[in-house]
C-alpha cells in the first residue's frame, strides 16, 4: 500500500463476519455422459461383530443439533428508513412518502417512530429468550433492516421462525475477502482525477467501512498528512450518539491509539464472530487490523 494521502475522513467500522446474506454462486450445467456399468466381485470377505455404543452416539448428536449458529430475524414491523405510515400516531418517515432528500433519525418523527419500533424489539427479545432460553441477542437494527441477529441452538432455527413477530430468518453465514487491488478495480483512479486529483478528492466526505479492521499508524490516516496538511475537526456525532475508537480491551488489543480528525473512529463489533469461529492466535480484540485488508480499503 502506498503511503500517500488519500481521499475522505474515515470512520472503520470492525467486522469480520458480515451479519449479512450470503449471495449464491452460480453453477454450470453439464451435459449428462453415456456410462457403462460392469459388475464387481469382492477379492475377499471379512466377517466380524461391531458393537455400538448407543448412548455415545446419542450424545454426540444432541451435542451437534445443539451447536450455535448465527441468524438474523427480520420482524415484521418497518424499519425507520422505510416506515410508510399505518400506526396510529405515527407518521410515516420513508423520505419516499416524505419528500425529505434522506432519513432524518433526528426529526421528531423519526424518534417516535423509533420508540415504538425499540419497544416492539424489546418484546420480541423477551418473547424469544422465554421460548429459547439458549438463544442470545447479539446486535438490534432499527434504521434499515428492522429486526435483530441471534446466536440459537441449531436445532431451534425452526422454531424461532414460527414466534409472533417474525417475518424472516435468515443464516448469517461467514464472508471472504476477495482482493486487496482495489483502485483500478473499483475505477477509484479515475474518479480521483475528476474530483481534483488524489491528493484532493474526497475532502470533508465521512466515510464508514466494513472490514477488517485499520492499522491505524499507517501515513494514510496520519493527520497532518504526510505533506504536512493537518485536517479539520469533524462534525460533533449526532445528539445521543457517541464515536469509538476501540485501540483497547481484551487479551490482545495491540498498541493503544487515539483517533484523530482524519481516522475519527474505529467500533469493533465482532460478537458473533467471536461466539460462532473464535479467534485465533494472533487476531486482535481491538479494531487493529491483523490481515491488511481493511487496511487496504480503506485508505484507498
Same mark, same amino acid.
Given at each position: 500500500?502506498?503511503?500517500?494521502?488519500?481521499?475522505?475522513?474515515?470512520?472503520?467500522?470492525?467486522?469480520?463476519?458480515?451479519?449479512?446474506?450470503?449471495?449464491?454462486?452460480?453453477?454450470?450445467?453439464?451435459? %449428462?455422459?453415456?456410462?457403462?456399468?460392469?459388475?464387481? +466381485?469382492?477379492?475377499?470377505? +471379512?466377517?466380524?461383530?461391531?458393537?455400538?455404543?448407543?448412548?455415545?452416539?446419542?450424545?454426540?448428536? #444432541?451435542?451437534?443439533?445443539?451447536?450455535?449458529?448465527?441468524?438474523?430475524?427480520?420482524?415484521?414491523?418497518?424499519?425507520?428508513?422505510?416506515?410508510?405510515?399505518?400506526?396510529?400516531?405515527? #407518521?410515516?418517515?420513508?423520505?419516499?412518502?416524505?419528500?425529505?432528500?434522506?432519513?432524518?433519525?433526528?426529526?421528531?418523527?423519526?424518534?417516535?417512530?423509533?420508540?415504538?419500533?425499540?419497544?416492539?424489539?424489546?418484546?420480541?427479545?423477551?418473547? #424469544?429468550?422465554?421460548?429459547?432460553?439458549? #438463544?442470545?441477542?447479539?446486535?438490534?437494527? !432499527?434504521?434499515?433492516?428492522?429486526?435483530?441477529?441471534?446466536?440459537?441452538?441449531?436445532?431451534?432455527?425452526?422454531?424461532?421462525?414460527?414466534?409472533?413477530?417474525?417475518?424472516? *430468518? +435468515? %443464516?448469517?453465514?461467514?464472508?471472504?475477502?476477495?482482493?486487496?487491488?482495489?483502485?483500478?478495480?473499483?475505477?477509484?483512479?479515475?474518479?480521483?482525477?475528476?474530483?481534483?486529483?488524489?491528493?484532493?478528492?474526497?475532502?470533508?466526505?465521512?466515510?464508514?467501512?466494513?472490514?477488517?479492521?485499520?492499522?491505524?499508524?499507517?501515513? &494514510?490516516? &496520519?493527520?497532518?498528512?504526510?505533506?504536512?496538511? %493537518?485536517?479539520?475537526? %469533524?462534525?460533533?456525532?449526532?445528539?445521543?450518539?457517541?464515536?469509538? $475508537?476501540?485501540?483497547?480491551?481484551?487479551? !490482545?488489543?495491540?498498541?493503544?491509539?487515539? $483517533?484523530? !480528525?482524519?481516522?475519527?473512529?474505529?467500533?469493533?463489533?465482532?460478537?458473533?464472530?467471536?461466539?460462532?469461529?473464535?479467534? *485465533?492466535?494472533?487476531?486482535?480484540?481491538?479494531?487493529?487490523?491483523? !490481515?491488511?485488508?481493511?487496511?487496504?480499503?480503506?485508505?484507498?
Amino acid at each position: 500500500m502506498r503511503s500517500i494521502r488519500r481521499s475522505g475522513r474515515l470512520i472503520t467500522l470492525f467486522m469480520v463476519t458480515l451479519t449479512m446474506l450470503a449471495g449464491s454462486a452460480s453453477a454450470l450445467a453439464k451435459a %449428462p455422459r453415456q456410462f457403462t456399468a460392469t459388475q464387481l +466381485y469382492p477379492s475377499s470377505q +471379512y466377517s466380524s461383530t461391531i458393537s455400538k455404543d448407543i448412548g455415545s452416539r446419542a450424545k454426540a448428536a #444432541a451435542q451437534s443439533s445443539s451447536k450455535l449458529v448465527s441468524v438474523i430475524v427480520k420482524l415484521k414491523d418497518a424499519p425507520l428508513a422505510t416506515y410508510s405510515g399505518g400506526v396510529p400516531g405515527l #407518521a410515516p418517515t420513508n423520505p419516499q412518502v416524505t419528500g425529505a432528500d434522506k432519513v432524518d433519525v433526528q426529526s421528531s418523527d423519526s424518534k417516535k417512530y423509533l420508540a415504538y419500533v425499540d419497544a416492539k424489539q424489546d418484546a420480541f427479545v423477551s418473547t #424469544a429468550q422465554a421460548a429459547l432460553p439458549s #438463544a442470545t441477542i447479539t446486535h438490534k437494527f !432499527n434504521i434499515v433492516l428492522g429486526g435483530v441477529s441471534m446466536l440459537v441452538p441449531e436445532d431451534q432455527v425452526a422454531a424461532l421462525g414460527s414466534l409472533p413477530g417474525v417475518q424472516a *430468518v +435468515y %443464516p448469517d453465514t461467514l464472508q471472504h475477502l476477495d482482493t486487496d487491488r482495489t483502485p483500478a478495480f473499483i475505477g477509484a483512479t479515475t474518479v480521483w482525477t475528476q474530483l481534483g486529483g488524489q491528493e484532493s478528492a474526497g475532502e470533508h466526505v465521512i466515510v464508514g467501512v466494513l472490514d477488517t479492521g485499520v492499522w491505524p499508524e499507517h501515513p &494514510s490516516f &496520519s493527520d497532518p498528512d504526510p505533506s504536512g496538511k %493537518p485536517y479539520s475537526a %469533524p462534525p460533533a456525532p449526532a445528539p445521543g450518539d457517541t464515536r469509538a $475508537c476501540e485501540f483497547s480491551g481484551g487479551a !490482545n488489543p495491540g498498541p493503544a491509539f487515539s $483517533c484523530n !480528525n482524519k481516522l475519527i473512529g474505529a467500533d469493533r463489533f465482532m460478537a458473533t464472530y467471536d461466539a460462532v469461529v473464535g479467534l *485465533v492466535p494472533g487476531e486482535f480484540t481491538s479494531a487493529r487490523d491483523d !490481515n491488511g485488508h481493511g487496511t487496504h480499503t480503506s485508505s484507498t
